[in-house]
């Protein structure tokens, strides 16, 4: 079983940039964020594979948010830029155990608590 932690969110203003990180205690495949915003439904944001970097975005935050991990230390971060407020929402780590990279949160098999990034206007 493996556990994901989140670390990086807080409250910034509209335009800053903020940096996630997700530390997962064993060797992961494809990984992945997902955000909640209050009375929405979890929605992709981006997603990268072990073996090649290949990098998914959704169309909201392509351009501003980019994927990276670091295979040696099983950690991936989200560096998100020019944020908006409608970026406001709980940011969620997740990974597979295959690595075929899936926009679709189903495929995930483990998930990290959250951490909760706010943008104001």
């Known amino acids: 079983q493996v556990q994901l932690v989140e670390s990086g969110g807080g409250l910034v203003q509209a335009g800053d940039s903020l940096r996630l990180s997700c530390a997962a205690s064993?060797?992961?495949?494809?990984m992945g964020w997902f955000r909640q915003a209050p009375g929405k439904e979890r929605e992709f944001v981006a997603a990268?594979?072990?073996?090649?970097?290949?990098?998914y975005y959704a169309d909201s935050v392509k351009g501003r948010f980019t994927i990276s991990r670091n295979n040696a230390e099983n950690t991936v971060d989200l560096q998100m830029n020019s944020l908006k407020p409608e970026d406001t929402a709980v940011y969620y780590c997740?990974?597979?155990?295959?690595?075929?990279?899936?926009?679709?949160?189903?495929?995930?098999?483990?998930w990290g608590q959250g951490t909760q990034v706010t943008v104001s206007s």
């Open positions: 990268i594979s072990r073996s090649y970097g290949i990098t």
């Open positions: 064993g060797r992961t495949y494809a």
């Open positions: 997740a990974a597979k155990d295959s690595d075929y990279v899936s926009r679709a949160s189903g495929p995930y098999d483990y």
